[in-house]
């Protein structure tokens, strides 16, 4: 049985042409202050810039350099899914390719890892060239997950991280299609740790993650790890039920005991309105649960790959 590398390190990327050379730079820095067996893993997500041409002629030169590409764009967590299922070292790293996440961070998470814990995770401190929007929202985000769950999911954190090889093979076990990355690995319980870092300003071009792809990953962090949703929509349920119930017992008790019918074509139509809103919200709920299920039960590949080159 071969014995594997050291470490691997796991490297989504999407339209990162103007990074990937001293992404490269940086991770080779670091890695050879470790040890010198280790592998490099791009996953080239449907970039439409050179990056893939980049990638390549990186592969080329190095033999620690491996890629995947895919036919299009499948999303961050499949790509980083996809460079986990081929890494082949004793602890993988996953981090981003636009240099947000500082590759020099790397030697202290593994200098935790070998203190003997399982995941090591990058936390943020400061983040650099956000806006303010997407900072409250991302707090909000990680708060809320943080009250409606049973495990405890870090705060502040991405999928910048250290995890050990037992960890990779349990999450190569999780089928599921809606992948919340770092969610998972909070539900195994292994030993983590955090170590603190300042998130740098974006040097290049704009983030891959719009805001329509953070509300889809909240959702599946929501979804995937709290049926708390679907009891909200039946205790409102409940409640509405309730309330509507003492309205009608009240309209009756006033049209025949009070001699007083109870008028008001405003308020028939706000409570309407009110009603019909709240049946959405919660049909809303339900479907996203059902629209989990679908995607599980179609059983299709969640990504495909045009080219690859990885080590036998």
């Known amino acids: 049985m071969k014995i594997p590398k050291t470490i691997s390190v796991v490297v989504p990327v999407y339209n990162e042409e103007q990074t990937i050379d001293m992404l490269f730079t940086r991770l080779f820095d670091t890695l050879i202050k470790i040890t010198d067996s280790f592998e490099i893993i791009f996953i080239n997500d449907g970039s439409s810039d050179s990056s893939q041409e980049k990638i390549k002629g990186l592969a080329e030169q190095h033999d620690f350099v491996n890629y995947i590409n895919f036919t299009r764009n499948f999303g961050h967590q499949i790509a980083v899914t996809a460079g986990l299922e081929h890494c082949n070292a004793a602890c993988t790293v996953i981090i981003d390719g636009d240099l947000q996440d500082p590759p020099e961070l790397i030697e202290e998470l593994y200098q935790e890892y070998q203190k003997g814990f399982e995941v090591v995770y990058a936390k943020r401190k400061k983040r650099e060239g956000e806006s303010f929007f997407k900072k409250i929202t991302s707090k909000i985000f990680y708060r809320i997950l943080k009250k409606i769950t049973s495990i405890e999911i870090p705060l502040d954190t991405g999928d910048f991280r250290l995890v050990d090889r037992k960890v990779v093979d349990e999450l190569k076990q999780m089928p599921e299609t809606n992948k919340f990355i770092r969610g998972q690995i909070a539900w195994m319980g292994f030993s983590q740790k955090a170590v603190l870092f300042d998130r740098p300003e974006r040097l290049h071009g704009n983030t891959g993650y719009s805001y329509s792809k953070m509300i889809q990953l909240a959702?599946?962090?929501?979804?995937?790890?709290?049926?708390?949703?679907?009891?909200?929509?039946?205790r409102m349920g409940l409640l509405i039920s309730i309330v509507s119930f003492c309205i009608i017992l009240f309209s009756l008790f006033s049209h025949f005991i009070l001699n007083?019918?109870?008028?008001?074509?405003?308020?028939?139509?706000i409570v309407s309105s009110f009603l019909g809103g709240i049946q959405l919200l919660s049909i809303g709920i339900i479907g996203t649960y059902i629209s989990r299920i679908h995607n599980n039960t179609k059983d299709r590949k969640m990504y495909i790959v045009k080219d690859a080159k990885l080590s036998s």
Do not use: E, H, R
């Open 219 to 234: 959702l599946d962090g929501i979804t995937g790890f709290s049926d708390k949703p679907l009891a909200f929509v039946s």
């Open 260 to 269: 007083q019918t109870v008028n008001g074509w405003t308020s028939l139509i």
